[in-house]
């Protein structure tokens, strides 16, 4: 039998209306318009080009689900509407269960858009072996992909310095959405100098901790989980033993 959990830090919004592709496909950074290929990830940005949500996007029947921290969706609700004017788009709550697991799918469900590694999801309740949260939590950071809240931070963070091309979660082929222009300016026109990255940690720390390299700023500790962790790092620091706090940080 498949494994897997409920994460309660998750939920899902759905989108209704005629306009609801259209109207989504001007904000997100990847598209939508062909979701029956199966779901995507994408983020929503600021004018400046900086990070305010991230969503695992499906279709459900004439409908569109975002599948969102559950602490960030209702201000992803509230700037929904804010920018749908007189476009034909609903914008509800769903209470539907967003359940992770590993191993072999249950039947409706979809392998993470991000990673085939992290696993799948399904909005429903099967039965299912039990799956420690922590066990995915380790994938996710041994993937170097980032949490909503912890390495993405609204307002600040640059989806690509966050993986977001690896991560399938911008197309650079769609039509203009909001952002678009800072972000395809950091793919064709400038080399990325810093970046999350899978680090070791040896000692204690906690996310948020700013790391040094010879005394010099080299960047952030975020997610950590036993002697592994992500950090935002300079790339030309990065070298070598680094110090986040008590702690050594080496990056792999």
Request: proline share 6%; hydrophobic share 40%; aromatic share 6%.
């Amino acid at each position: 039998m498949a494994r897997g959990f409920k994460n309660t830090d998750r939920s899902v919004l759905r989108v209704t209306g005629a306009d609801r592709l259209s109207f989504l496909e001007g904000l997100l950074s990847n598209s939508v318009l062909n979701l029956d290929a199966g779901p995507v990830y994408a983020a929503m940005l600021t004018p400046q080009g900086k990070y305010l949500f991230d969503m695992i996007v499906s279709r459900d029947g004439d409908s569109v689900l975002l599948d969102v921290k559950a602490d960030r969706a209702a201000a992803l609700a509230q700037r929904l509407n804010m920018y749908k004017l007189r476009a034909d788009v609903q914008i509800t709550p769903t209470g539907l269960p967003v359940v992770q697991g590993l191993g072999e799918a249950p039947g409706g469900a979809f392998t993470d858009p991000r990673l085939p590694e992290l696993g799948w999801r399904i909005y429903d309740t099967p039965a299912l072996d039990p799956l420690d949260p922590a066990e995915w939590e380790a994938l996710r950071i041994e993937h170097v992909v980032p949490e909503t809240g912890i390495e993405l931070l609204p307002d600040e963070t640059y989806i690509l310095e966050a993986g977001f091309e690896r991560l399938h979660g911008v197309d650079f082929r769609k039509g203009c959405y909001v952002g678009q222009e800072v972000t395809a300016r950091m793919k064709h026109k400038t080399e990325l100098k810093k970046g999350l990255v899978a680090v070791s940690v040896d000692g204690p720390a906690t996310p948020g901790t700013p790391i040094t390299a010879d005394g010099k700023a080299a960047g952030t500790l975020f997610s950590v989980l036993g002697n592994r962790g992500l950090a935002h790092l300079r790339f030309d620091r990065a070298g070598g033993d680094m110090q986040a706090g008590e702690a050594r940080v080496r990056r792999f």
